[in-house]
């Protein structure tokens, strides 16, 4: 299985480039690497930038810029050399090897994408998207509707139900007040 860690994004909010910065002393990439090593090594970074060259893994340029995660996947799909990918994104520094492996067990072979849900959202970028949406992607994309909730609805999916007990754990930091948040916590479970 291809794994595809997107890297884009503006990262506005967070005001450094989301990937690479530190929880627990190592950038959220390396934690996510980390997560994915014991399931596959077949790993891709999809990055505009080279701050991330310092990675022994292979980079790969948006083929559309500024078309967001949607642009995002499917650069990664169309670089892609297997029928189903795990896709992540860059800032999910809690994310593990048992929830991965959870995705790809429950994944339904009939399912284009399959990604988390819980009570309160849908987690569409930590999921497993099959190369065959590549026709309906390249659409959204060239219509410039890039809504990742949208484009789920529009392709055969399935939303596998997390508890609420591990929804912590598929949080993305997207800010410097969500990074000292998950910081505060962290110095609070120890």
């Known amino acids: 299985m291809q794994v595809s860690i997107l890297c884009g994004g503006k990262s506005s909010r967070m005001q450094s480039e989301k990937g690479l910065v530190l929880y627990q002393n190592k950038p959220f990439i390396e934690h996510i690497i980390d997560a994915v090593l014991p399931i596959s090594s077949n790993i891709q970074l999809i990055t505009n930038t080279n701050d991330y060259d310092y990675l022994a893994y292979k ?48 994944h339904g072979a009939n399912f284009d994408v399959s990604v988390f849900e819980d009570t309160n959202r849908i987690h569409p970028l930590i999921g497993i998207y099959s190369k065959r949406i590549l026709p309906v992607l390249k659409e959204a994309i060239d219509v410039n509707d890039l809504k990742m ?4 609805s529009n392709v055969k999916h399935q939303l596998i139900p997390i508890t ?16 000292n948040e998950l910081n505060t916590n962290l110095s609070q479970l120890k």
Do not use: Q, W
């Open 59 to 106: 980079k790969i340029k948006d083929i559309v810029v500024d078309k967001g995660p949607l642009g995002g996947i499917y650069t990664a799909l169309v670089h892609s050399e297997t029928e189903m990918n795990l896709i992540l994104s860059c800032d999910i520094p809690l994310i593990s090897s048992e929830i991965i492996l959870e995705l790809i067990e429950k």
């Open 149 to 152: 909730m949208r484009f789920i």
């Open 164 to 179: 609420d007990a591990k929804r912590h754990l598929f949080k993305n930091i997207n800010s410097v007040a969500e990074l």
